[in-house]
């Protein structure tokens, strides 16, 4: 069993930052599961965000060159540094291993 935990959520203005943790419990993940972060927002279908392998990251378009996805393993915890965020990554954001989801960590950006 997979426990995913995510927190860090909050409301920022426009050019604002947020960092996301996510933080898992099970004796069956390592440094080298692939964990991955997506989004939500209201009316829209959920979307890729970020995954990282080991310690190699993925990025969706949307969000390349503004979020960083880095885990410390030791800590079992993945983050999502959030940089430059605009009106549309308002979202509820959720952590994702295999077939296992967090409850989600809500995110609103203002103008």
């Known amino acids: 069993q997979v426990q995913l935990v995510e927190s860090g959520g909050d409301s920022v203005q426009s050019g604002g930052t947020l960092r996301l943790s996510c933080t898992y419990t099970?004796?069956?993940?390592?440094?080298?599961?692939?964990v991955a972060w997506y989004r939500q927002a209201p009316g829209k279908q959920r979307e890729f965000v970020a995954r990282?392998?080991?310690?190699?990251?993925y990025y969706a378009d949307s969000i390349k060159g503004r979020f960083t996805i880095s885990r410390d393993s030791a800590k079992k915890t993945v983050y999502l540094q959030m940089n430059s965020l605009r009106p549309e990554d308002t979202a509820t954001y959720y952590c994702?291993?295999?077939?296992?989801w967090g409850q989600g960590t809500h995110v609103t950006v203002s103008p």
């Open positions: 990282i392998i080991v310690h190699t990251p």
């Open positions: 099970s004796s069956s993940m390592s440094s080298f599961s692939a």
């Open positions: 994702n291993e295999g077939s296992f």
